[in-house]
């Protein structure tokens, strides 16, 4: 005498069930995966960033004023002086500056400094859209 059960297994069903799995752990995977990158990324741009902040403010810094008056790191100077002293400082290897100029500077003036600047051995020269406070005594 044989017995049939009623219950057979279905082979199909053992296909897709794997196949879910497989799919659920691809999924996974790629999601923490994409975290992890975008996680990496940005802990370098952090760095990066304040990398780049620390440079910039280890730089001397030539603010204008909108009357015309121009400092280099709180100091006054004039305008004829200014090539000497960028010069000065170019030669100590100090290459990079920071120009921060007011709203109501105008244009011209400020790209006469660029020019000096560059003229002088000045070849970076960062310009900030930010007024700085000077501490310079009057």
């Known amino acids: ?3 049939e059960t009623i ?13 879910n799995i497989i799919l659920l752990f691809f ?3 790629m999601l ?10 940005s802990i370098i741009q952090n760095k990066s960033a304040a990398k780049t902040k620390q440079t910039v403010s280890n730089n001397s810094t030539i603010t204008l004023t909108e009357h015309g008056l121009i400092f280099i790191d709180s100091e006054e100077i004039s305008l004829p002086d200014l090539s000497e002293k960028l010069k000065m400082e170019s030669k100590k290897h100090n290459t990079s500056m920071n120009l921060v100029a ?3 500077t105008r244009v011209d003036f400020i ?3 660029i020019d000096i600047a560059k003229s002088s051995g000045i070849e970076n020269l960062a310009i900030h859209t930010e007024m700085v406070k000077l501490n310079a005594a009057k």
Not at 7 to 19: M, Q, Y
Not at 32 to 41: A, C
Request: no cysteine.
């Open 1 to 3: 005498m044989k017995f």
């Open 7 to 19: 219950h057979k297994p279905i082979k199909l069903f053992n296909l897709v069930s794997l196949l």
């Open 27 to 29: 999924s996974v995977l």
């Open 32 to 41: 923490t995966s994409y975290t992890l990158k975008s996680n990496n990324n």
């Open 102 to 104: 007011e709203k109501a």
């Open 111 to 113: 790209q006469e400094i």
